[in-house]
């Protein structure tokens, strides 16, 4: 599967912006979805995920409460709200797929960047 994320942009703290991300191929469903970020000079880390049927989501505690994943499988896509955004949230932002049974996500996007002015 082939991913493009986009949706990012600049943003002032306490803002908000939709991640989208667009998938190839007919079996997107089959997909758990992943958001993931990586600021300059850090490790990537784990933002979201959702479910085959979107009916599970997980969180990182960094972003609970303000980040909201979701999916529409008809249109291939996969989405991350990001509410009351703060500076420290400024990174690039990748959407990841991890295929059924597989324990990491294998496939990428080419990541959006987000920066969130104070």
């Known amino acids: 599967v082939q991913l493009q994320a986009s949706g990012g942009g600049l943003v002032q703290a306490g803002g908000s912006l939709r991640l989208s991300c667009v998938a190839s191929g007919r079996t997107f469903s089959s997909y758990n979805m992943g958001w993931f970020r990586q600021a300059p000079g850090k490790e990537r880390e784990f933002d979201a995920a959702?479910?085959?049927?979107?009916?599970?989501?997980y969180y990182a505690d960094s972003v609970k409460g303000r980040f909201t994943i979701s999916r529409d499988n008809a249109k291939n896509t996969v989405y991350l709200q990001m509410n009351s955004l703060k500076p420290e949230d400024t990174a690039v932002y990748y959407c990841?797929?991890?295929?059924?049974?597989?324990?990491?996500?294998?496939?990428w996007g080419q990541g959006t960047l987000v920066t969130v002015s104070s």
């Open positions: 959702i479910s085959r049927s979107g009916g599970s989501t």
């Open positions: 990841a797929a991890r295929a059924p049974g597989a324990a990491e996500y294998g496939f």
